[in-house]
C-alpha cells in the first residue's frame, strides 16, 4: 500500500471518530463514561467476531500480547479523556488529547531513536497552531480536568507509536484482524475496572454527577452507542490498524488533527451550530498541515527512489 493510500485510510478513520462526538455524546446523556466506554468496545468485539473469528483462532502468543498492549493503551487513552470532560472544557480536553502530536517524536527518539522528518515537522508545528486557533481553549487555570488530559498526552502518543512498531512489515490480512480483535479486548477489563472502583459507588462515591449516571436505555442511547460501536470504533480502528504500518506515527498523528474539524462540519450540517471565524481558520490551517506533510513525503519517497 502507497503511504499516500494508507493516510487517505487513517483520515477516513479520522473523520468517523469525528462523526462520533455527536452521536456519542447523545449515548453519554444516558450513560456514566466508563461504562459506556466498555459496552461500545464490547459491542464491536461482538459485532466483529463472526467476521474476523477465523482468523482471531490462530493468533500466535506474541500477536495476542501486542494487541492486548495496545488495547490496555487506548482503553487507558479512551478513559483519561471522557473523564477529563467531566472536569473541564471539551476545547481544553480535545486541545489536550491533540497535544500528543508534539509527545510522539519526543518519545519515539527517545525509546528508538527516530528523528522527524522536516515535512513532518512542519506539518506538526501548523497542525498545533491550527488546533489551538481552531477550538480556542482558555486556560486561564489549571483545574483537574486539565490534569487528567495532560496525563493522557503520553499515553496517545505511546498508542501511536507501538502500532507503528507493532504492525510494521506485517502484510497479512489475518493479523489486522487480529490486532483488531485483541485490542477491543484489552480495553475491556480496564474499563470495567474503572466502572467498578469510579461509578458504582461500591468502592469510592462518584466524584462528579455524570460518573453516577448508571445506565438508562433510550432510544438515543442505542442509535449512539450502535454508531459510536461500529462506525466510529470497528471501522476506525480497522483501518488504523490496517494503514499505519505503511506510515509514521506522527504522519498518521497530523492526518488525525482532521477530527475535530470532521467533528465541526458534523455540527454544522446536522445540528446546525454555528461556524465561527476561528474554526475556519483553525481547520484550514489544519488542512494544510495534511497537505504539507503529504505532498513532502511524496516527494521525498520519489527522491529516494530516484537515487536508489
Not at 241 to 269: K, L
Request: with cysteine; hydrophobic share 55%; charged share 10%.
Amino acid at each position: 500500500m502507497k503511504v499516500w493510500r494508507a493516510d487517505l485510510n487513517i483520515l477516513l478513520a479520522s473523520s468517523l471518530w469525528g462523526l462520533t462526538y455527536i452521536f456519542g455524546r447523545w449515548a453519554l446523556d444516558d450513560c456514566a463514561p466508563a461504562l459506556f466506554i466498555f459496552l461500545r468496545i464490547g459491542l464491536a468485539a461482538l459485532v466483529s467476531w463472526p467476521f474476523i473469528h477465523k482468523s482471531v483462532k490462530k493468533t500466535t502468543p506474541k500477536v495476542r500480547r501486542e494487541g492486548l498492549i495496545l488495547g490496555l493503551l487506548t482503553g487507558t487513552g479512551y478513559i483519561l479523556q471522557v473523564y477529563s470532560l467531566n472536569f473541564t472544557t471539551v476545547a481544553r480536553s480535545a486541545f489536550l488529547t491533540g497535544m500528543c502530536l508534539i509527545g510522539i517524536p519526543i518519545l519515539s527518539f527517545i525509546l528508538f531513536r527516530q528523528v522527524i522528518k522536516k515535512n513532518s515537522l512542519v506539518g506538526v508545528i501548523l497542525a498545533v497552531i491550527g488546533l489551538y486557533i481552531f477550538l480556542d481553549p482558555s486556560f486561564a487555570g489549571v483545574n483537574v480536568g486539565d490534569i487528567i488530559g495532560i496525563i493522557g498526552i503520553p499515553v496517545w502518543a505511546l498508542y501511536m507509536i507501538y502500532m507503528s512498531v507493532f504492525t510494521e512489515g506485517k502484510t497479512d490480512p489475518d493479523e489486522t484482524n487480529q490486532y483488531l480483535f485483541w485490542q477491543l479486548i484489552g480495553v475491556l477489563p480496564l474499563a470495567l475496572l474503572t466502572v467498578l472502583i469510579f461509578e458504582s459507588g461500591f468502592v469510592l462515591a462518584p466524584l462528579h454527577p455524570d460518573l453516577a449516571k448508571g445506565l438508562t436505555l433510550t432510544p438515543t442511547f442505542l442509535i449512539g452507542l450502535a454508531f459510536a460501536a461500529v462506525m466510529g470504533t470497528l471501522i476506525p480502528v480497522f483501518l488504523q490498524t490496517r494503514s499505519q504500518r505503511y506510515t509514521t506515527a506522527v504522519q498518521a498523528m497530523i492526518c488525525f488533527q482532521f477530527e475535530p474539524v470532521t467533528a465541526a462540519i458534523a455540527s454544522f450540517v446536522i445540528l446546525h451550530e454555528p461556524m465561527t471565524a476561528n474554526t475556519l481558520v483553525g481547520g484550514l490551517i489544519i488542512i494544510m498541515a495534511v497537505l504539507i506533510s503529504e505532498i513532502g513525503g511524496i516527494l521525498a519517497d520519489k527522491r529516494a527512489s530516484q537515487t536508489s
